[in-house]
């Protein structure tokens, strides 16, 4: 199993500029979730899924967008990048805690992304 | 107003000692608290977690503790070996739909010297 994989490792990109950061996982795993992690600081969710076609916001949503139409993949997407957005992103994927009793998310390597 | 916060930025402990790391919450609805390692350049993996009902839980060389009077944890690492320096991230999780919305703390750098 490769667990939860992130393309590309890094981007620079110029501000008003959009990418779409790439998230899949391979462990059948309904939950799936997009942070960002600024230095010094921890991670902050930024959206999750609970499933194909179920998206809801985290704590900063704000000049982002997410899709899930499979159970594997859950891209996140830039429209308009700005400096703030200057950030590593971790993409995440979890059991069921109901049906498995496991409660840790799967963390994939990240994508360092500079906004200049 | 951030809910979960780590005070020390790091902390420098002697390999075969204890280490303890801390952790401090404002929130008392969180369902669970995780604990999770960091290495450069890599994503966080999970260490150990608590329920908020139970005040320890203990996996091999980690234990973590919870003060809910205190709204405190803590994570002891016992006996610390060279392979544990990392960043810590100490997280709290409130379950929605069955998905874990984590809120982390800032992490503290632990550094094992030989």
């Known amino acids: 199993n490769a667990g939860v994989t992130q393309t590309p490792k890094f981007r620079i990109l110029k501000i008003g500029q959009s990418m779409t950061l790439q998230c899949t996982q391979d462990m059948n795993h309904n939950y799936m979730y997009w942070y960002r992690q600024d230095p010094g600081m921890g991670l902050k969710l930024i959206y999750y899924?609970?499933?194909?076609?179920?998206?809801d916001k985290g704590e900063v949503p704000n000049g982002y967008n997410v899709s899930r139409s499979t159970t594997e993949d859950f891209p996140l997407r830039l429209e308009l990048a700005a400096p703030s957005q200057t950030s590593v992103y971790f993409c995440?994927?979890?059991?069921?805690?109901?049906?498995?009793?496991?409660?840790?998310?799967?963390f994939g390597p990240g994508t360092r992304l500079t906004v200049l | 107003d951030q809910q979960v916060k780590q005070n020390s930025p790091s902390l420098s402990v002697q390999e075969g000692r204890i280490s303890i790391l801390n952790c401090d919450y404002t929130n008392s609805m969180f369902d669970y608290f995780l604990w999770y390692k960091k290495y450069p350049a890599e994503g966080p993996t999970f260490l150990i977690s608590i329920s908020s009902i139970k005040d320890k839980n203990e996996d091999g060389r980690f234990t973590v503790f919870l003060n809910k009077s205190a709204k405190h944890l803590s994570l002891h690492i016992v006996p610390s070996q060279p392979g544990d320096s990392a960043v810590y991230f100490c997280a709290a999780s409130r379950v929605i739909q069955g998905a874990q919305k984590l809120v982390f703390g800032q992490g503290t750098r632990l550094t094992i010297n030989p």
């Open positions: 899924s609970v499933g194909a076609g179920i998206t």
């Open positions: 995440a994927s979890s059991y069921s805690l109901r049906t498995s009793g496991r409660n840790e998310q799967f």
